[in-house]
């Protein structure tokens, strides 16, 4: 019998009130008695998938002709970018993967404007500063640079696009671009001298040495800022500027500042990107889905409470008990690291909930045959977890790796679905194992010792 029975109890019910208590919050916090300090706050409002609360699935692919050899370290870049880009526009829960090898999905739970994601997505972020002369170019022009990305073998000039609006004029003249975006060090929305939104930029040590240069030998001349090849600034340089520090202003607005600095920050993707396909999904079906999800689990905790406490008596009531702990724990868990709730992610916590009850009935079988064979009630509980064991380690750690599988299949392929549905699955399979081996023993030899039933084949069904 277990030695330390009151301390695995305490325990047992420190871990219960702990998750209890992040379960029934949104926000979790300790304060100082003392004066009301906060010492510890954390966020644990539930985090729900794209396919529960809603949003926009987009699904990117390299613009680039069938068979170009695309570098796989290039689309992880234009992933990650992708990815701050989002977030900082206050796209919050994002998942942004690779699909294959020249593939990106993109979903966005609780996303309202698609068009604003989709635009700062593709857009290339392509700053330069372009020594135009005499000639002042209105904003909205497109101009031609001789700027030029270097290959492996060639230098090949960007291409100039077509104007897309009656705003802009389209000059022949081939322009010198003094340095682009690349070499920002900071970008910040800032205040322009007439109070209105600004760019505030931080140039790198070399790049500030040849902004210093250029402006104290162009005083009275154009520098015009362009973004993708269009002219969003042109002032003239009115003294050198030195310290690699400057603004840009134009006509923005607090949106379009801060857009235009999130494609700054976040640099230029390296692979042109367009959208194959997007998919926005209405919070009405979400909510619909959650809650028949519930209801389904609800309904079948009960079937399943129900039939242990029957066939097993006094065993069943107490795993049944030991399942609840099991729920409890595992949503806790689920919201204060912060994991994505998704229907796929439910049903592998449901089925890892299966997981759970077939080693209590391992377990409890073993017990049985042991009182059936003449053992006393402490032998045949002592026997019943250790000859079970071997049964739910081997059982529950196949389990398991099949779920790493699952989960390198859907981050491999871009698959958010099975990748859910692994994860909340291994999590699930690994707290049933702690709650099935620790929780249900803890708690039935605590009830044998008080209770000391005598009638073995009613409280047993043996």
């Known amino acids: 019998m277990i030695r330390n029975l009151y301390t695995r109890l305490v325990l047992i019910l420190i871990v219960a009130a702990l998750a209890i208590w992040v379960d029934v919050s949104d926000d979790i916090r300790i304060l100082n008695p003392f004066n009301d300090a ?33 570098d796989a370290g290039n689309m992880e ?56 002369g005499d000639f002042r170019p209105e904003e909205g022009t497109i101009l031609q640079t ?42 910040n929305v800032g205040v322009g001298p007439t109070g209105e939104a600004a760019i505030d930029f931080v140039l790198s040590p070399e790049a500030a040495t040849i902004f210093a240069e250029h402006t104290r030998n162009n005083i009275g001349r154009i520098l015009a800022i362009t973004l993708d090849k269009r002219v969003i600034s042109a002032p003239s340089i009115d003294g050198e500027i030195p310290g690699g520090q400057g603004q840009i202003s134009g006509a923005f607005t607090t949106e379009t500042a801060n857009a235009l600095a999130v494609q700054l920050r976040y640099g230029s993707l390296p692979i042109p990107l367009k959208v194959v396909e997007t998919r926005i999904i209405g919070p009405t079906l979400g909510e619909d889905s959650l809650q028949k999800s519930l209801t389904a689990g609800l309904i079948g905790m009960i079937i399943v409470i129900l039939f242990m406490a029957i066939y097993y008596r006094l065993p069943g009531v107490i795993a049944a008990l030991a399942i609840l702990f099991y729920g409890t724990i595992a949503f806790a868990i689920f919201k204060y690291f912060h994991f994505t709730l998704t229907l796929p992610g439910i049903a592998g916590f449901l089925l890892s909930t299966g997981a759970a009850l077939d080693a209590n009935i391992l377990i409890f ?8 064979g003449g053992r006393n009630i402490t032998q045949a509980v002592d ?30 392929f871009g698959a958010t679905i099975v990748k859910g549905f692994s994860l909340t699955l291994a999590l699930g399979v690994a707290i049933s194992l702690f709650t099935a081996i620790y929780v249900t023993r803890t708690l039935l030899t605590f009830v044998l010792r008080n209770f000391k039933p005598q009638n073995l084949q009613a409280w047993f069904g043996i």
């Open 77 to 132: 870049t234009a992933r990650s970018i992708v990815e701050n880009r989002t977030n900082a526009l206050g796209v919050s829960e994002n998942v942004i993967q690779l699909a294959g090898d020249r593939r990106i999905v993109g979903e966005f739970p609780g996303a309202e404007d698609a068009d604003a994601i989709l635009d700062i997505i593709q857009q290339t972020g392509l700053l330069e500063f372009v020594d135009t």
């Open 38 to 70: 906060v010492l510890f706050s954390r966020d644990v409002t539930p985090r729900l998938g794209l396919d529960l609360q809603g949003g926009l699935q987009v699904l990117l692919e390299a613009d680039l002709p069938e068979g170009t050899n695309i």
């Open 146 to 187: 001789d700027f030029a990305v270097e290959t492996d073998n060639e230098t090949t000039p960007l291409p100039t696009p077509e104007p897309t609006d009656t705003n802009g004029t389209e000059t022949q003249t081939v322009y010198h671009t003094i340095m682009t975006g690349r070499e920002l060090r900071s970008v």
């Open 383 to 412: 026997q019943g977890w250790t000859r079970a064991w071997s049964s739910i380690r081997d059982s529950n750690l196949a389990t398991i790796i099949t779920s790493l599988i699952l989960y390198w299949f859907g981050s491999t």
């Open 365 to 372: 079988e073993r017990l049985k045959e042991e009182l059936r």
